[in-house]
């Protein structure tokens, strides 16, 4: 099969794998592989976007926006446009973002729970709502990124005893990585993540 996305997909799946590992200079070049084989692919351009220079970053966001009603493009155009400073535009870009994330949390809330809450906890500037859309992604799919993302609303929220359950959460797995067990016993060291 000629057909372009299930190339550009595999790319951006591994770049996710990258990304997950911490390896962020082999994921930017599988996310990159990924918009080069489909222009329009939001998902790769929002996780390649902090890798890029801001204007150009801006511009391909822009261009897909117009295509696109992915929440995640506006969001990643607010975190941009808040690391330049300009403030007034990273809040119009928020409240976009905001819309789009409780349009589709209302239809498909397992589906967008753990973006919307990447949201929140940064330029959406909702803590205790990230918090309980991070517990919710936990509860539906307990892998060590919901974990992870978990912990992280709990301590952006400043909810310690969250973050020490969130941390039991990681211990609880299957399976943990070094960096997991690292991230767990970091957030609440009595959480006893071995």
């Keep these: 099969d000629g057909a ?4 550009a997909w595999i790319c951006f799946q ?8 911490g390896d962020d200079v082999s994921a930017e070049s599988w996310f990159g592989s990924a918009v080069n084989i489909v222009p329009q692919y939001a998902h790769a351009a929002v996780h390649l976007a902090p890798a890029q220079a801001p204007e150009a970053a801006l511009a391909k966001l822009a261009e897909i926006a ?3 009603d992915a929440p995640e493009v506006p969001h990643a155009r607010a975190e941009i446009l808040d690391r330049m400073n300009k403030k007034d535009e990273a809040k119009a870009a928020a409240a976009i973002a905001a819309k789009g994330y409780e349009t589709f949390l209302a239809k498909l809330p397992e589906a967008f729970s753990d973006h919307a809450a990447r949201f929140y906890l940064g ?3 909702d803590p205790k709502k990230a918090l309980h859309l991070a517990r919710d992604n936990a509860k539906a799919r307990p892998t060590e990124d919901a974990m992870d993302l978990w912990m992280a609303t709990a301590a952006g929220a400043k909810e310690t005893t ?3 359950t969130a941390s ?5 797995l299957h399976y943990t990585s070094d960096r997991g067990r690292a991230l767990a016993n970091a957030s609440c ?3 006893g993540v071995h």
């Design 162 to 164: 969250e973050a020490c």
């Design 123 to 125: 330029v959406g500037n």
């Design 4 to 7: 372009p996305l299930p190339y």
């Design 14 to 21: 591994q770049g996710m794998i990258y990304a997950l590992a």
């Design 66 to 68: 117009k295509t696109s």
């Design 168 to 172: 039991r959460g990681m211990k609880e």
């Design 189 to 191: 060291p009595d959480a």
